[in-house]
């Protein structure tokens, strides 16, 4: 795909809801109330917006590589504690995907340089799930496992914020978990037990 091509299918992505609604742009510039903040993978394969079919002012977006919510990272804190407590969103996906290059990277002896300490969130998630992971012999599975509770050991770093807390007691928000299928298109909710997990993480990690 070269840049020029980008400008071309953008005058007939324009052209296209113009003629649907002369008001489109307009009205999208009025502002937005998305009721879903989703934190996903940076992979070029898995299209946020266009896996959920979902429109333009409907999802609050953050995609880095492998999907991390790490405490001391400024840009996925602020885009979380802006969607939590601005835009008030009613639900937070974590979504993970097969084929991850970013867990796949964690799982090899390799030195990455500046990606180092952004893998190592990766590799502790599979040191406090060692036993599980390590009982799987097929390679494969054990990949797949991963991405899995990578998801979901995601989705307890957002219940340990203090924005996602209150929330939670203030107006019920709630956190998701969810793997997008590569191989079939589908996406899979791991149905995380987001009461439960707050309840068994409130003891240690409790901020008001
Ligand atoms: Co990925």
Redesign the pocket.
């Known amino acids: 795909m070269n840049l020029q091509e980008i400008f071309s299918n953008n005058k007939k992505w324009v052209a296209g809801k113009l003629a649907l609604d002369p008001n489109y742009f307009e009205n999208l510039s009025k502002g937005q109330a998305p009721e879903i903040l989703y934190i996903g ?3 070029s394969r ?1 299209t946020a917006e266009d896996l959920m079919g979902a429109k333009p002012g409907e999802v609050f977006i953050h995609r880095n ?3 991390m919510v790490i405490s001391i990272d400024m840009n996925v804190m602020s885009v979380l504690n802006y969607a939590v407590r601005h835009l008030k969103v009613k639900s937070i996906v974590v979504c ?2 097969y084929e ?4 796949k990277a964690a799982m090899q002896p390799a030195d990455l340089g500046i990606l180092n300490p952004w893998l190592r969130n990766i590799r502790d998630v599979y040191r406090i799930h060692q036993d599980e992971l390590d009982q799987i012999e097929d390679n494969a599975k054990r990949y797949n496992r991963l991405i899995e509770l990578n998801v979901q050991e995601q989705c307890i770093n957002l219940i340990k914020t203090a924005a996602v807390q209150q929330a939670h007691k203030e107006r019920g928000l709630m956190v998701y978990g969810w793997v997008f299928d590569i191989h079939t298109g589908k996406l899979k909710d791991l149905e995380i037990n987001f009461p439960k997990e707050l309840d068994k993480i409130m003891k240690i990690y409790r901020l008001d």
Request: aromatic share 0%.
């Open positions: 993978c940076s992979d898995v590589i492998a999907n993970g995907h991850c290059g970013g867990v």
